[in-house]
């Protein structure tokens, strides 16, 4: 157990479909972020909320669309997203030192 | 252009001798460097920091080598273990960066061979 649980762990939409990723974190934290992890690049940040504002948007399509509804709580809302946002997507959150970002085990999606 | 990078993407090395994973950054405003480890269908997780103003931290097997100057730091596994299989990711952040945002490098997949 991490403290940050993602959800779901796999997941396989077509490029029409509407889907959300969930994580959640109970770990008292006040920043929560979205990276994504496609095969043989470097976690690319995108997007950080802090104290539930979001505070960064790393130049993500929009189809893409974070919410933050509390401080426990952040979704990635997926919309007609194309093959190449095939990747594994990972949410974490930190308190105020940087290395108490915790991550969660990531959604693998596959967009078909 | 990457900020952050590890320019060796794999690294095998025989149980009990020393891992040695480099790691380079161009943005002089990074003031703290960090290393995780990645397991496979697991999130990375929290291995050792450095702060700036610091040239080597160490935590049991682990210890981290900061040379700002060349804007590199290293971090070395001795002895080396097969449970230390994984990859290993560089990060750096910059004071005052909004949510502690972390920049991180490709990776460095290791292996250790029993």
């Known amino acids: 157990e991490t403290g940050v649980t993602q959800t779901p762990r796999h997941l396989v939409m077509g490029m029409t479909n509407k889907k959300s990723l969930k994580c959640e974190q109970h770990?008292?934290?006040?920043?929560m972020y979205w990276y994504k992890q496609s095969a043989k690049k470097p976690l690319e940040l995108m997007f950080v909320y802090s104290l539930e504002e979001r505070v960064e948007n790393n130049s993500v399509p929009s189809r893409f669309s974070p919410e933050c509804p509390n401080s426990s709580h952040l979704f990635l809302h997926l919309h007609t997203l194309q093959p190449e946002d095939s990747a594994l997507y990972l949410c974490a959150s930190s308190q105020d030192r940087a290395d108490g970002y915790t991550f969660g085990s990531g959604t693998r999606l596959t967009v078909v | 252009d990457q900020q952050v990078k590890q320019n060796s993407p794999s690294l095998s090395v025989q149980e009990g001798r020393i891992s040695i994973l480099n790691c380079d950054y161009t943005n002089s405003m990074f003031d703290y460097f960090l290393w995780y480890k990645k397991y496979p269908a697991e999130g990375p997780t929290f291995l050792i920091s450095?702060?700036?103003?610091?040239d080597k931290n160490e935590d049991g097997r682990f210890t981290v080598f900061l040379n700002k100057s060349a804007k590199h730091l290293s971090l070395h596994i001795v002895p080396s273990q097969p449970g230390d299989s994984a990859v290993y990711f560089c990060?750096?952040?910059?004071?005052?960066?909004?949510?502690?945002?972390?920049?991180f490098g490709g990776g460095t997949r290791v292996l250790v061979k029993p």
């Open positions: 990060a750096a952040s910059a004071f005052g960066a909004a949510g502690n945002k972390l920049t």
């Open positions: 450095i702060s700036s103003i610091k």
């Open positions: 770990l008292g934290h006040n920043a």
